[in-house]
């Protein structure tokens, strides 16, 4: 069964930056791609960011995040990471990451909170 577990939210000023991670239980980062995704409260989860799998990948980002935000994945530690700069107020939210373009159920974990606030 596989096990993500998200990491490195926090409470920051507008403005900060926070880096997440997600590690994996074991090793799908090498076939699939992945997304990190987002719900904010009274809100249905949405996609921030992708990145495909394979040797050159390629991203993808909703356009409220485009420049801020940077998503990057190391196959050999399993693991994804979300670079967020320059937060607003509106990224508060609770991240999740899951593969994409179709999450699976399963895979949900805690997520992560994060909460831009001065």
């Known amino acids: 069964q596989v096990q993500l577990v998200e990491s490195g939210g926090g409470l920051v000023q507008p403005g900060g930056s926070l880096r997440l991670s997600c590690a994996a239980s074991?090793?799908?980062?090498?076939?699939?791609?992945m997304g990190w995704y987002r719900q904010a409260p009274g809100k249905q989860r949405e996609l921030v960011a992708a990145i495909t799998s394979g040797y050159i990948t390629t991203t993808n980002y909703e356009d409220s995040v485009k420049g801020r935000f940077t998503i990057s994945r190391d196959n050999a530690k399993n693991t994804v990471y979300l670079q967020m700069n320059s937060l607003k107020p509106e990224d508060t939210a609770v991240y999740y990451c899951n593969t994409y373009p179709r999450a699976v159920d399963n895979y949900w974990g805690q997520g992560t909170q994060v909460t831009v606030s001065s």
């Open positions: 074991r090793s799908i980062f090498s076939s699939y791609a």
